[in-house]
């Protein structure tokens, strides 16, 4: 299950990002983390940009919304969501979970 924490103005999500993939996609959940597959690759940062880019747009949401708390330069990573909560995101995610 997707690991999803309300905060006071939003939520906190957790994510394993695997970067250089052929696709940008979401591929399901591991050990309660989304688990996101992202074209760019981890030099300087930018899978981090794509990330935030990429859930933002899935999110329909500004990018500066989403904030890197930690992970900057892991796989794993904590991001907070301003503007929604947990039940919120789990909603919007949730057909790119099923199939």
């Keep these: 299950m997707l690991r999803l924490t309300d905060s006071i103005d939003g939520c906190v999500l957790s994510v394993r990002a695997h970067p250089g993939a052929k696709r ?3 591929n399901g ?3 309660g983390a989304l688990k996101i597959s992202l074209t760019t ?3 300087d940062g930018r ?3 794509a990330l935030i ?3 933002a747009e899935k999110l329909r949401l500004p990018k500066a919304r989403i904030a890197l708390v930690s992970g900057q330069t892991n ?3 904590v991001l907070r ?5 947990a039940e919120e995101v789990r909603t919007l995610l949730s057909p790119d979970l099923v199939g």
Excluded: M, P, W, Y
């Design 24 to 26: 940008n996609a979401i």
């Design 29 to 31: 959940v591991h050990d």
């Design 41 to 43: 690759t981890a030099t």
């Design 47 to 49: 899978a981090n940009e």
């Design 53 to 55: 880019a990429f859930l």
């Design 75 to 77: 796989r794993s990573k």
């Design 81 to 85: 969501i301003t503007g929604l909560n």
